[in-house]
């Protein structure tokens, strides 16, 4: 067999090993990434969607942050415009997870038969705009 | 200052757009004249932007806090190398320093490149050029003018987020700039030589210090983010393939694989169309990272202002790839490879090999990166995939990869001999294999961090070996000691042993990764005098005890900082802090969100790693998370390590490159020392 054959045997094999980790990889570790009308749509059509790990992407509906430092436990309420539930996390959150207005959250867990989801991680980033960073400077400046 | 300011960016945007059109479309040809003006035009974009930038540079430190962007992202009393750095902490600000780097390198380029390349230089300025435009047109017509003022003048400024005020994140963004910016100059040559139809191997050594150097702040700029991530976001982790993350680790890949196939290209003249489709793909995956993190169509905790930019370098990224593979097409049959591969058994097999896994993680990152909108738009719903999928996927194209550095440098050109395998291979492999029996013998038992290990034994075994044979040749055709050999055998080939020594922090980066799989984790909440206690994955116990909160005001922030009391089997180490800062403006106003500043006792073997989460009503009982990161400090000396080894490479002078097929063994010193590698 000719070297240029080998290689070209040699590189189908190493191709076929990444396309089929790829695969398992999405199959074992893909989790929906799903906003609170699309969670509660799904689970009401399907209640064995209550069981199913994913990730939700929605913002904290301001002033319904509930924290027991003791416990190191926090209680929100998520929302998007049409859908909103409850959320409990017990752990350490980022500092940008504040009471501050338009919070968006990335939180993984499941949504319990409770209507309660139950959070195992939760990030945060500030969804301040620019906007919202100008009406700010002229707050100041009046 | 800001009219200056706006009339440098409308003077530089217009002389782009005459350089780019008179140069791409082959108008020069013929016009001596006009070639001369297309090569001294980056030299006067050059100047003029930095004129703009020194506009901006004094807004930011003169406190005008009717430029807008001054107001959002400085106040008055930001410590002043935060002014400094506030230039690129907004995407306005980084719009110009881009445009500032990038009209800097395309200057340096037309001053630096040798003549022999005459015919591509009025080119070069010509891709320069457009790409400066379009950063230029994002500015003046995409709503990012730094220079804007506001219908009011602010008191104080917002100040500047506090995660930015870290001497990680004066240094972290500008090197990943440089990097993904230099791309440019190798992405133009190569466009040059496809334009001027010259494409034979001078526009690779053309571009040589180039790739090194953007390969080079690529590498910077990731470690640094790492390291600013360790450090300052307190999750205990440097790397969670965040798609921001990922997309500064793709062109990376991609580059690593281009500084490799290079070599190819040099010594047999084959892979040519792969390198220039190489070059032309970093570029686009460097434009592709500004995209997904300025656009937000991709959910990432980094929180970058969002903004209808990203559309632009959407639009631009899909011209750019368009034109330079259609350009690459259209000169296919001018690109037939001078040899073919002879045996899998020789270096052009596994830098083949090397190109294929380094662009297979790359595909996978990008893939996982993407995978959210690629599923939506497929099936209609979201579906993420996080640390695991990549960690599946890329550890083991990893060791993959970590075992062809080994064996790249100790197999030949073309084809390699039965007796010469076993001579070259003997010692290393048997360095890796006792490597991974020591650690057995010590008790480890995860499967991949001993195969991990073991190949990173075997690679330093390989490089080992060949300064060992390059010294002992030297020491009997000149009669030099070792250390003397040592040092003039790196530098009479310094792209070789240079190379060689980035391998070894690459292996020492690999070390570094392993230990992460070994990362012990514990929460607790004390009262003062309450302890907690940690296990160590070497054995040994931690025990921290909660010392007391104090509060004071610094600079420009209040505060909170615990202290802890740190034993280890009982022997005192000292103590640890951590604090949570409430930034504050001049008039005591808390700006921003407070943020945490970790608590770090680091050592070779392990780091101790405490973040202070809060205290209890007020009380001084205080919320705590510890980590034990094994080896962390081993990826800061890797970067270290590796910045040192480019510098050895990219050195100036040294021998010119001669295209020469070798026959011998590399590792045979007295014969390479004719023919530099």
């Known amino acids: 067999m000719k070297a240029s054959s080998k290689f070209a045997l040699g590189s189908t094999v190493i191709v076929l090993a990444i396309v089929g980790l790829m695969y398992q990889g999405v199959k074992q570790t893909g989790v929906y990434f799903l906003s609170p009308s699309e969670l509660v749509a799904r689970t009401s059509q399907d209640p064995s969607f209550h069981d199913v790990g994913l990730k939700v992407g929605a913002k904290v509906v301001p002033g319904t942050i509930q924290r027991d430092p003791s416990s190191q436990r926090i209680a929100f309420r998520v929302s998007d415009s049409t859908a909103s539930f409850p959320v409990e996390y017990t752990g350490i959150v980022p500092d940008t997870f504040t009471d501050a207005n338009d919070i968006e959250v990335i939180m993984s867990g499941k949504l319990g038969r409770d209507g309660v989801f139950h959070a195992t991680e939760v990030l945060a980033k500030c969804g301040s705009r620019y906007e919202a960073e100008l009406e700010d400077l002229h707050k100041k400046s009046t | ?677």
């Not at chain 2, 320093?97 to 070069?124: G, H, K, M, N």
């Not at chain 2, 890329?394 to 970590?402: A, F």
């Not at chain 2, 509060?551 to 009982?570: H, M, P």
């Open chain 2, 1 to 677: 200052m800001t009219l200056l300011g706006q009339f440098c960016l409308w003077t530089a945007f217009l002389i782009s757009i005459w350089t780019a059109v008179v140069s791409l479309s082959s108008r020069w040809k013929g016009r001596p004249d006009l070639g001369r003006a297309l090569t001294r035009a980056p030299l006067a974009l050059a100047l003029v932007v930095w004129v703009a930038s020194v506009a901006l540079w004094k807004g930011l430190f003169g406190h005008d806090f009717n430029i807008e962007y001054v107001a959002a992202y400085t106040s008055s009393n930001l410590p002043d190398y935060y002014l400094f750095s506030a230039f690129w902490a907004g995407q306005k600000g980084s719009l110009l320093f881009w445009a500032l780097v990038l009209s800097t390198f395309a200057a340096i380029t037309q001053l630096v490149t040798s003549s022999r390349y005459r015919d591509l230089l009025p080119y070069v300025a010509g891709v320069t050029s457009a790409v400066l435009a379009f950063f230029l047109f994002v500015m003046l017509f995409g709503g990012a003018n730094p220079f804007e003022r506001l219908p009011f003048t602010p008191p104080d400024g917002r100040g500047l987020n506090p995660q930015l005020q870290n001497p990680g994140m004066v240094m972290h963004p500008p090197m990943l700039y440089l990097g993904y910016i230099s791309i440019t100059i190798p992405f133009a040559f190569a466009i040059a030589a496809l334009l001027a139809r010259k494409l034979d191997t001078g526009w690779i050594h053309a571009i040589r210090k180039w790739s090194l150097l953007s390969w080079l702040f690529l590498s910077i700029g990731i470690t640094i983010g790492m390291w600013w991530a360790y450090v300052e976001l307190g999750w205990g982790g440097y790397w969670a393939w965040d798609p921001v993350e990922n997309a500064s680790l793709l062109p990376w890949l991609t580059m690593t694989a281009f500084l490799h196939s290079v070599m190819i290209q040099e010594k047999r003249g084959m892979l040519k169309r792969w390198n220039l489709g190489l070059v032309i793909g970093s570029f686009l995956l460097s434009i592709l990272g500004t995209f997904l993190t300025r656009s937000g169509v991709i959910a990432s905790v980094h929180s970058f202002a969002q903004s209808s930019v990203g559309y632009l370098f959407l639009g631009f990224l899909l011209l750019a790839g368009i034109g330079g593979f259609t350009l690459l097409y259209t000169r296919w049959p001018n690109l037939e490879p001078e040899a073919e591969l002879e045996s899998l058994a020789s270096r052009e097999a596994a830098f083949l090999f090397n190109n294929l896994a380094l662009v297979g993680v790359a595909f996978s990152v990008l893939w996982g990166t993407l995978f959210p909108i690629l599923s939506e738009a497929v099936r209609g719903t979201k579906i993420s995939v996080g640390p695991p999928f990549f960690n599946k996927v890329n550890v083991p194209l990893g060791l993959l990869l970590l075992a062809l550095t080994g064996v790249g440098p100790l197999i030949a050109w073309r084809k390699t001999s039965l007796p010469n395998l076993r001579r070259q291979f003997l010692w290393p492999l048997s360095t890796g294999l006792l490597t991974a029996a020591v650690l057995v013998g010590l008790g480890m038992r995860d499967g991949y961090a001993l195969m991990a290990l073991g190949l990173s034994g075997f690679v330093v075994g390989t490089v080992v070996q060949e300064f060992y044979r390059g010294i002992r040749a030297r020491g009997r055709l000149y009669q030099e000691g070792p250390l003397v050999g040592f040092v003039r055998l790196i530098g009479r080939n310094r792209r070789r042993y240079g190379g060689y020594l980035i391998h070894v922090a690459i292996v020492i980066y690999f070390v570094g990764f392993t230990g992460g799989a070994f990362k012990v984790t514990k929460e607790a909440t004390l009262s003062v005098g309450e302890s907690v206690e940690i296990e160590s994955p070497y054995g040994g116990t931690y025990q921290l005890t909660h010392m007391g909160i104090s509060q004071y005001e610094a600079l420009n922030r209040l505060v909170t900082a615990a202290s802890l009391e740190v034993t280890r089997n009982g022997k005192s180490l000292g103590r640890v802090f951590s604090e949570k800062r409430q930034h504050i403006d001049s008039f005591k106003n808390p700006t921003f969100q407070p943020s945490t500043e970790v608590g770090i006792l680091g050592g070779l073997r392990e780091d101790l790693y405490v973040v202070f989460a809060g205290t209890v009503d007020g009380t001084e009982r205080a919320s705590f998370a510890v980590t034990v990161n094994p080896l962390v400090w081993w990826v800061w000396f890797a970067g270290g390590l590796l910045v040192f080894g480019g510098l050895i490479t990219l050195w100036p002078g040294g021998p010119a490159p001669v295209p020469v097929p070798v026959r011998t063994p590399s590792a045979a010193g007295q014969a390479e020392q004719a023919v530099p590698a």
